[in-house]
Structures are given as C-alpha cells and as structure tokens.
C-alpha cells in the first residue's frame, strides 16, 4: 500500500514550481523592456518594489524584525555589503537578456549550487565528499574550456554565479529573513534608484513616461517580478525538504536554456555543448550525492 501523501510537501511542491516557473520566464519580461537602458530598468526594479515589500512585511507581521535589523549595526553593516551584490547580480542579468546573453545568463544559475559549494569549503570549512569535489572540479573544467578552447571568457556567467553565491553566503551569517532582508536591501537602493530616475528626467533620457503606456505598466511590473517568485520561494522552502528545493533550483536555468536556444536563437556551438555537458554531469554527480545523504525520515 503506498504511503499517504503529505499535504505539505504537496503544496510546498506547488509553491516551489511555481516560484522557479516563475524565474524561468523572467527572460521574457526582460526582453520586453529591452528597448530601455539595463541601469534604468534595474532603477525600475529597486523603486517599484519597496512599496511591495513594505506591504508584505505588514502583511506579515514583520516589522519587529525589521527593526531589529536596522538597530544592528552589524546586520546594516552586511546588508550593506549584500545591497551591492544584489544590485550588481540585478544589473548584469538585465544587461544579459536586452544583450541576448540568455544562455550565459543560464550557464550561471547552473554552477551556481557548485559555486555556493566551493564558497563554504572556502570560508565556511564545510567539508567537501568526495563527489560533490569531483563535481566542482567537473563544473571548472568546462567553464575553463569554454575559456580557453572556446575562446570566450564567460563573464556573464561568472558574474551572476558568485555574486549570487556571495551574497547568500553574507546572508547565513545574519539571522533575517528572505523578506526583511530583501526590503532593507532595496530600501537602501531606493535613494540611488530615485536619484538616477530624476537626473535621467532631468536630462531627457528617461524611458519612463516617454514611450508608450504599454512600455510604462510593464516598467511598473519590475516589482511584481521581484516580490512575487521571493514570495512564493519563501512558501516553498518552508514546506519543502532542502533536497527537494535543491532539485528544483534547476528548473529556472533549464527554462532559461530552452528559450535562449529555442525561442531567441543564441548560437549554440560545440565548445557551448562540452561545456554545458560537464555542468549538467556535474550537477547529475552533485544531485545524486545529496540525495544519497539526505537522512531518510
């Protein structure tokens, strides 16, 4: 007789999917505002989504912790730190897709688990079994050839991989949540962001207002699409085992492969293929290790 189902893994597979779905079709809204510089689109982002975020923080009931973050000077003091890694991850993803650098984008989110890895061996001294290294190397050695042989340092990719993994790693060693700490980051954007907005009006550069109304709703959305997957994420990795999570982290950059080659017709070379493959063996390799120590309940 199968074992019942339980309802929260259920729904928090739900949330998840729907989170990473989310993530996967950003490349798609980003394109649609293309036309508009990446450094206003980000400003856009930063400006549309405090209002967001200050209403799920009241909605969830967090402004304790909100301000018990900002009473500490030591969490401003990383939130600082995280603030500038996020909005540098921010910008060069927006450059990467009005760019067509989708699939680079993609190769980023691939080895970024391998990179959050390598980062805590680093600085955390977590220990390293001995395939999760054989998957780390694996990952180097075909971001190493795409270097060399292919001709083409992936920067794009390298970008997005360790400042998200920095900035994951800054955000263990504070105890705030995915929430909070993401409406002081882009409460801290917020006075830049507004800033850049006035002076690009002030000097008639501002997309914002310019264009069509079409092009204005969808710069206004910048902060659904910040606040919503965050949300749904949240659900998700309260409901859902981290190996499950951690499995579907991958849906994101599948999807952001699929419409780079498929959809948007980025080249897709040989040397593109070796080094894609040694991250997907590297991540199979990854994958099954940790699945194969998650404790069985």
Same mark, same amino acid.
């Given at each position: 007789?199968?074992?019942?189902?339980?309802?929260?893994?259920?729904?928090?597979?739900?949330?998840?999917?729907?989170?990473?779905?989310?993530?996967?079709?950003?490349?798609?809204?980003?394109? +649609?505002? /293309? *036309? %508009?510089?990446?450094?206003?689109? =980000?400003?856009?982002?930063?400006?549309? #989504? !405090?209002? $967001?975020? @200050? &209403?799920?923080?009241?909605?969830?009931?967090?402004?304790?912790?909100?301000?018990?973050?900002?009473?500490?000077?030591?969490?401003?003091?990383?939130?600082?730190?995280?603030?500038?890694?996020?909005?540098?991850?921010?910008?060069?993803?927006?450059?990467?897709?009005?760019?067509?650098?989708?699939?680079?984008?993609?190769?980023?989110?691939?080895?970024?688990?391998?990179?959050?890895? +390598?980062? /805590? *061996? %680093?600085?955390?001294?977590?220990? =390293?079994?001995?395939?999760?290294?054989? #998957? !780390?190397? $694996?990952? @180097? &050695?075909?971001?190493?050839?795409?270097?060399?042989?292919?001709?083409?340092?992936p920067w794009v990719a390298?970008?997005?991989?360790?400042?998200?993994?920095?900035?994951g790693l800054l955000r263990?060693?504070?105890?705030?949540?995915?929430?909070?700490?993401?409406?002081?980051?882009?409460?801290?954007?917020?006075?830049?962001?507004?800033?850049?907005?006035?002076?690009?009006?002030?000097?008639?550069?501002?997309?914002?207002?310019?264009?069509?109304?079409?092009?204005?709703?969808?710069?206004?959305?910048?902060?659904?699409?910040?606040?919503?997957?965050?949300?749904?994420?949240?659900?998700?990795?309260?409901?859902?085992?981290?190996?499950?999570?951690?499995?579907?982290?991958?849906?994101?950059?599948?999807?952001?492969?699929?419409?780079?080659?498929?959809?948007?017709?980025?080249?897709?070379?040989?040397?593109?293929?070796?080094?894609?493959?040694?991250?997907?063996?590297?991540?199979?390799?990854?994958?099954?290790?940790?699945?194969?120590?998650?404790?069985?309940?």
């Amino acid at each position: 007789m199968a074992p019942p189902v339980d309802p929260r893994n259920t729904t928090g597979l739900a949330y998840g999917l729907a989170a990473f779905g989310f993530w996967g079709f950003v490349p798609v809204y980003f394109k +649609a505002v /293309g *036309v %508009v510089p990446p450094l206003e689109v =980000l400003a856009h982002r930063v400006v549309w #989504a !405090v209002p $967001l975020l @200050a &209403a799920l923080v009241l909605i969830q009931r967090q402004g304790g912790a909100i301000r018990r973050a900002v009473g500490s000077s030591r969490t401003i003091a990383v939130l600082l730190v995280t603030t500038a890694l996020i909005a540098v991850n921010w910008y060069v993803f927006i450059w990467a897709m009005a760019n067509d650098r989708v699939l680079q984008a993609s190769l980023g989110y691939f080895i970024n688990p391998l990179v959050n890895v +390598a980062l /805590g *061996v %680093v600085f955390l001294r977590e220990h =390293l079994s001995r395939a999760a290294m054989v #998957a !780390v190397v $694996l990952a @180097a &050695a075909g971001v190493g050839y795409l270097a060399v042989l292919g001709g083409e340092i992936p920067w794009v990719a390298l970008t997005l991989a360790v400042t998200f993994g920095l900035y994951g790693l800054l955000r263990k060693t504070v105890a705030v949540g995915a929430v909070v700490g993401l409406t002081v980051e882009t409460t801290l954007l917020t006075p830049v962001a507004v800033a850049y907005v006035a002076w690009l009006g002030r000097a008639g550069r501002l997309a914002f207002g310019s264009g069509t109304l079409s092009l204005d709703l969808l710069l206004v959305l910048a902060g659904v699409v910040t606040t919503v997957p965050l949300l749904l994420f949240t659900q998700a990795a309260r409901l859902l085992p981290l190996s499950t999570l951690g499995f579907l982290q991958y849906l994101a950059p599948s999807m952001h492969f699929a419409l780079a080659v498929l959809a948007y017709g980025e080249p897709f070379h040989g040397h593109d293929l070796i080094t894609f493959g040694c991250i997907w063996v590297a991540i199979a390799i990854f994958t099954a290790d940790r699945i194969r120590r998650t404790p069985r309940v």
